[in-house]
């Protein structure tokens, strides 16, 4: 006869096996739809505001602003590119500010042709120094928009779109539908236009509001596995305490790898670098990488330097081993807890993310202006580097199992890979620390395994 208490077990098991098994199936299905949240940016997205100012005989204007409500990550060159689908025979007589890509099939037009007879068309932004009549506020930057936080002015873009064969009023128009947003490349998912509050706009002397005769706003959240497979980007570690220097995890980015994949990356010393550099032009946002063990385009070091009686300091450095990027208007977001004690820090800006309400241990960091904001590619001059001042807090402060090293580390808003936990710099009187807690894990695994073969 079987022991009852196994018996026993066996009906317990089998009342709780089907609830976790359907909890399991269910957080699989989860993921979709939370793969676009960033704990750090929780309300984080860009919302496409589309105004209709005025009436035509067939349409309306309409002012589109592109606006970036992201702390940290910014859309740099080549800029943004926004689709969407007419939802009736609409057509764009004309853009300014911003132009269609594509003009399309405009051939059953006599005289007057529209700019653009695309059921799908693409926007982008125009250059700058484009003429002043062609021009709107916010618009003609290349599409660059920068993050809120680094440059709420600079957050936003704007065109102007003269819309035909459209309803004349609130009732008749149909909103677009099927946005999409490329920003430079995939990564944001558009939701569907939904109509809004007409938005209302106060003239220079603030004596006066008018508003927009219709508005719907479209919001788009950033996946920064949607963006690009593979990680862009890793951290290696390294303290005044330690001689040991944890490297990047090995092929963090790709691996190595010029036999199955030719020009996968490139030598620093290689005397065909220019040739590949220029052989690959026509995708040139694709990265180029040099020759490294983790294959990554950035690389960002965290060095505990210094330790004094009240303070402690660490040097940032980060490192572009791309060859085919200059990135400008660049920002690292650090999470670590003694940020709340930050006393001083040199040749960056720095500014506080509070995404948790009262707890402040989350801190951007980006270049000064004409000094350091401009990230050059691969090479000897490739790289920008700070010093950060930290305050001890007693209760808190500890050189001990990794807590001098951050927790969590952004460049230009994509998650960096960490190295593993256990391959952090260990303190010299802690060497022996690993083995311990791996007897300790051995020695209550064979105690839990006596307990249950006491009751066969």
């Known amino acids: ?51 209709i100012m005025s009436w035509t005989a067939d349409g309306y204007v309409a002012t589109v602003t592109i606006n970036n409500f992201q702390q940290y990550r910014h859309i740099q060159a080549p800029g943004w590119q926004l689709g969407f689908v007419w939802a009736k025979k609409e057509v764009i007589w004309s853009a300014m500010g911003g132009q269609a890509t594509d003009q399309g099939d405009c051939s059953r037009f006599k005289g007057n042709v529209p700019h653009c007879c695309k059921k799908d068309p693409t926007i982008v932004d125009l250059l700058p120094g484009t003429p002043y009549n062609q021009q709107v506020a916010n618009c003609c930057k290349g599409g660059v928009i920068n993050s809120f936080a680094q440059d709420p002015a600079n957050a936003l873009s704007s065109f102007q779109l003269s819309v035909g064969q459209a309803g004349t009023t609130n009732k008749t128009v149909r909103l677009p539908k099927n946005f999409t947003l490329q920003a430079p490349g995939p990564g944001y998912t558009c939701g569907p236009a939904k109509i809004v509050k007409p938005t209302k706009f106060v003239t220079a002397d603030l004596r006066r509001s008018t508003q927009a005769l219709m508005t719907w706003n479209v919001t788009c959240t950033y996946s920064q596995f949607l963006s690009q497979k593979t990680p862009t980007c890793c951290v290696s570690l390294s303290s005044f305490y330690n001689d040991t220097i944890v490297p990047c995890p090995t092929c963090t980015c790709g691996c190595m790898n010029n036999i199955t994949r030719p020009g996968s990356c490139v030598e620093g010393n290689s005397p065909y670098l220019a040739s590949a550099i220029a052989a690959s032009g026509k995708n040139s946002y694709t990265p180029l990488v040099q020759c490294t063990n983790h294959m990554c385009p950035i690389r960002v070091h965290w060095h505990v330097k210094l330790n004094y009686k009240a303070y402690w300091r660490v040097k940032v450095s980060i490192t572009n081993f791309n060859y085919r990027m200059n990135y400008s208007q660049w920002n690292l977001v650090v999470q670590h807890p003694n940020f709340d004690n930050l006393t001083q820090i040199f040749s960056f800006n720095y500014k506080s993310l509070i995404p948790y309400g009262t707890i402040n241990d989350t801190a951007m960091l980006w270049g000064v202006k004409f000094y350091n904001d401009f990230l050059m590619q691969a090479g000897p001059l490739g790289n920008v580097q700070s010093e950060l001042l930290f305050q001890k807090e007693s209760s808190i402060f500890t050189f001990d199992k990794g807590w001098a090293f951050p927790r969590r580390i952004y460049f230009n808003g994509d998650n960096c890979v960490m190295p593993p936990p256990d391959a952090y710099p260990w303190l010299p009187n802690a060497s022996s620390q690993p083995i311990i807690s791996l007897l300790c894990s051995i020695t209550a695994l064979l105690a839990s395994l006596a307990f249950l073969f006491s009751y066969a």
């Not at 399991?24 to 299905?29: A, D, E, P």
């Open 1 to 51: 006869m079987g022991s009852p208490f196994f018996s026993e077990s066996r009906s317990i098991s089998k009342l709780f096996n089907f609830p976790i098994l359907i909890l399991f199936v269910l957080s699989c299905f989860s993921f979709s739809s939370t793969e676009a949240y960033d704990p750090l940016d929780p309300n984080g997205n860009i919302t496409i505001k589309w105004d």
